[in-house]
């Protein structure tokens, strides 16, 4: 039996090479490249992402356009589920399956849809120079404002498939239970619902922001390397649209993953406790 | 009931948000002319019919259905039996395949990217290769969500257990009892994983470039040479996510009906 146990364990050991090739010796020679210097060994490039107001700048964007999207994308998903609770169940699990759909779009297809709707002889531009509404008409898609419209895009389906259970687990009991006991629908929110589901939210909004964080296509296609964000500074100094600098893009995307850990711990975390709540 | 009318509001906007930029596209692809006016001037096959008399897009078809089937195909043969041998004979290590599917979450195209340069570029390996395995091991939530699922909705153990006693060989049990239970979450899993990487575009970008042009580096090219075929490649894009779609979610169902028996 033992041995027969053991003769099993030679399956996993492709699964343990490929790990091995692909993800953890590449990641390796990229901490390592990012400390040096033509062979030897030098913290410069650190040095020169923390002194650089320009790559800075680009972490501050990133991190912004990800933590509003995320919110956003969080605030109008909470309302969603709320609603959809009214629907039977087989109406839900129609409605996850489509916006699961809409999770495939993403990247440079969902960049160009939005051109279509936004850009510059876009349909609602259009539309809103018919209608005089100068405000609206300016609007630059290839901006902050215009990537973060397309950053919610993506971050919706995802928030959504991730609050669904969570919601899910809110029992109808509960709610009997609060009612009889004279409680509103807005203090059983506030009192035992919210609360229960405080650390699912947290999870499901550092996903979110991790998969903006290292989100690259829809922004490349957009703004090619104009707009400053780090997945867009890794992929400029990497690819040398000027010259490349794979060393220093080591060091930032280092330093990116360093953050994208932080993110995926803190979800892990607080998924673990919403599990222990319902 | 009363109060949920602030809520549906948020709900139509989600499902508002969520397709009209799809119907917007996909109206595009038939388009004659969209250029001055609010909704297109008329309706065309034109551009569907070019685009398909474009062999470059053709090609860039067939290199995205190799490349992403044959990662998916590498997974089915390397990365599932691993899961089945620990998740069934080794469960005290399964920690360690959820602390693999939090790592590739954690590390996305972009920065793999960078790892994938430095580690291979200038060792004479063919870059492609670097992506395919890349492709693997980033699909790894997927086929480990999908092979979990259905291990666990069948009761595998017992199963295997079962059919042991029964008279069945390791090799029997396993290949005539549980692969063909376990089979359509399985497949489901590989579809879902088939329509991520068909989506990529960094890793590719990047590491290769057009060196081996996909349809997502095929339509970056046509972004700004011509509107009317990059919405007809978007339109293609869409209908083939939605035919899988559709496939996994009756696959999902039926094994989940089978769990239910």
């Given at each position: 039996?033992?041995?027969s146990?053991?003769?099993?364990?030679?399956?996993?050991?492709?699964?343990?090479?490929?790990?091995?090739?692909?993800?953890?010796?590449?990641?390796?020679y990229?901490?390592i490249?990012?400390?040096?210097?033509?062979?030897?060994?030098?913290?410069?490039?650190?040095?020169?992402?923390?002194?650089?107001?320009?790559?800075?700048?680009?972490?501050?964007?990133?991190?912004?356009?990800?933590?509003?999207?995320?919110?956003?994308?969080?605030?109008?998903?909470?309302?969603?589920?709320?609603?959809?609770?009214?629907?039977?169940?087989?109406?839900?699990?129609?409605?996850?399956?489509?916006?699961n759909?809409?999770?495939?779009?993403?990247?440079?297809?969902?960049?160009?849809?939005?051109?279509?709707l936004?850009?510059?002889?876009?349909?609602?531009t259009?539309?809103?120079?018919k209608?005089?509404?100068?405000?609206?008409?300016?609007?630059s898609?290839?901006?902050?404002?215009?990537?973060?419209?397309?950053?919610?895009?993506?971050?919706?389906?995802?928030?959504?498939?991730?609050?669904?259970?969570?919601?899910?687990?809110?029992?109808?009991?509960?709610?009997?239970?609060?009612?009889?006991?004279?409680?509103?629908?807005?203090?059983?929110?506030?009192?035992?619902?919210?609360p229960?589901?405080?650390?699912?939210?947290?999870?499901?909004?550092?996903?979110?922001?991790?998969?903006?964080?290292?989100?690259?296509?829809?922004?490349?296609?957009?703004?090619?390397?104009?707009?400053?964000?780090?997945?867009?500074?890794?992929?400029a100094?990497?690819?040398?649209?000027?010259?490349?600098?794979?060393?220093?893009?080591?060091?930032?995307?280092?330093?990116?993953?360093?953050?994208?850990?932080?993110a995926?711990?803190?979800?892990?975390?607080?998924i673990?406790?919403?599990?222990?709540?319902? | 009931?009363?109060?949920k009318?602030?809520?549906?509001?948020?709900?139509?906007?989600?499902?508002?948000?969520?397709?009209l930029?799809?119907?917007?596209?996909?109206?595009?692809?038939?388009?004659?002319?969209?250029?001055?006016?609010?909704?297109?001037?008329?309706?065309?096959?034109?551009w569907?019919?070019?685009?398909?008399?474009?062999?470059?897009?053709?090609?860039?078809?067939?290199?995205?259905?190799?490349?992403?089937?044959?990662?998916?195909?590498?997974?089915?043969?390397?990365?599932?039996?691993?899961?089945?041998?620990?998740v069934?004979?080794?469960?005290?290590?399964e920690?360690?395949?959820?602390?693999?599917?939090?790592?590739?979450?954690?590390?996305?195209?972009?920065?793999?990217a960078?790892?994938?340069?430095?580690?291979?570029?200038?060792?004479?390996?063919?870059?492609?290769?670097?992506?395919l395995?890349?492709?693997?091991?980033?699909?790894?939530?997927?086929?480990?969500?999908?092979?979990?699922n259905?291990?666990?909705?069948?009761?595998?153990?017992?199963l295997?257990?079962?059919?042991?006693?029964?008279?069945?060989?390791?090799?029997?049990?396993?290949?005539?009892?549980?692969?063909?239970?376990?089979?359509?979450?399985?497949?489901?899993?590989?579809?879902?994983?088939?329509?991520?990487?068909?989506?990529?575009?960094?890793?590719?970008?990047?590491?290769?470039?057009?060196?081996?042009?996909?349809v997502?580096?095929?339509l970056?090219?046509?972004l700004?040479?011509?509107?009317?075929?990059?919405?007809?490649?978007?339109?293609?894009?869409?209908?083939?996510?939605?035919?899988?779609?559709?496939?996994?979610?009756?696959?999902?169902?039926?094994?989940?009906?089978?769990?239910?028996?």
């Open positions: 039996m033992l041995t146990k053991k003769q099993l364990l030679v399956w996993i050991l492709p699964f343990l090479v490929l790990v091995l090739l692909f993800f953890i010796v590449p990641l390796l990229m901490v490249s990012s400390f040096s210097n033509g062979g030897g060994f030098t913290l410069g490039h650190y040095q020169e992402v923390l002194t650089s107001s320009y790559i800075l700048q680009g972490f501050k964007n990133s991190i912004t356009l990800s933590a509003v999207s995320a919110i956003i994308a969080l605030v109008v998903t909470l309302f969603a589920v709320y609603a959809m609770m009214r629907f039977s169940e087989p109406v839900r699990e129609r409605i996850l399956m489509v916006s759909l809409t999770s495939n779009f993403s990247g440079i297809p969902l960049a160009f849809a939005f051109i279509v936004l850009g510059n002889s876009g349909l609602f259009l539309l809103f120079e209608w005089g509404i100068d405000s609206l008409s300016s609007f898609l290839y901006s902050w404002g215009g990537l973060l419209l397309v950053y919610i895009y993506f971050q919706l389906p995802l928030s959504l498939m991730l609050l669904y259970p969570i919601y899910y687990g809110i029992q109808q009991q509960w709610k009997d239970a609060a009612a009889l006991l004279g409680a509103s629908t807005f203090q059983f929110w506030r009192k035992i619902g919210i229960i589901m405080l650390p699912g939210i947290v999870g499901t909004f550092s996903v979110l922001f991790a998969n903006a964080m290292g989100a690259y296509a829809s922004a490349y296609a957009l703004t090619g390397s104009n707009y400053n964000l780090v997945a867009i500074r890794i992929g100094l990497l690819s040398g649209d000027i010259f490349a600098q794979p060393e220093l893009a080591s060091a930032i995307a280092v330093l990116l993953g360093v953050t994208m850990v932080i995926m711990l803190l979800s892990e975390w607080s673990k406790k919403t599990r222990r709540n319902l | 009931m009363k109060k009318g602030f809520a549906d509001l948020f709900f139509v906007f989600l499902l508002l948000y969520l397709f930029p799809i119907l917007a596209t996909m109206l595009y692809a038939f388009a004659t002319n969209w250029n001055k006016t609010v909704l297109p001037e008329g309706l065309t096959f034109k569907i019919a070019t685009l398909f008399q474009d062999s470059s897009f053709i090609e860039a078809f067939g290199r995205s259905v190799l490349l992403s089937g044959g990662a998916v195909l590498l997974a089915l043969l390397f990365i599932v039996p691993a899961i089945f041998v620990i069934l004979y080794f469960p005290k290590y920690k360690w395949i959820q602390a693999a599917v939090v790592m590739v979450y954690a590390f996305p195209g972009v920065i793999l960078v790892g994938l340069i430095r580690a291979y570029a200038h060792i004479g390996v063919p870059m492609i290769l670097a992506v395995g890349a492709y693997v091991i980033s699909i790894l939530p997927y086929i480990y969500q999908g092979t979990r259905s291990l666990r909705s069948v009761n595998a153990r017992q295997l257990d079962a059919a042991e006693l029964l008279g069945a060989s390791k090799a029997q049990a396993f290949s005539k009892v549980l692969l063909p239970a376990v089979y359509p979450g399985l497949f489901a899993g590989a579809l879902l994983s088939f329509s991520v990487l068909f989506g990529e575009f960094v890793l590719i970008n990047l590491v290769v470039g057009s060196r081996f042009e996909t997502q580096i095929y970056m090219k046509k700004s040479t011509s509107g009317h075929i990059a919405s007809s490649v978007v339109f293609v894009y869409l209908v083939l996510m939605g035919i899988l779609t559709f496939i996994i979610s009756m696959l999902t169902k039926r094994s989940k009906g089978a769990a239910k028996v």
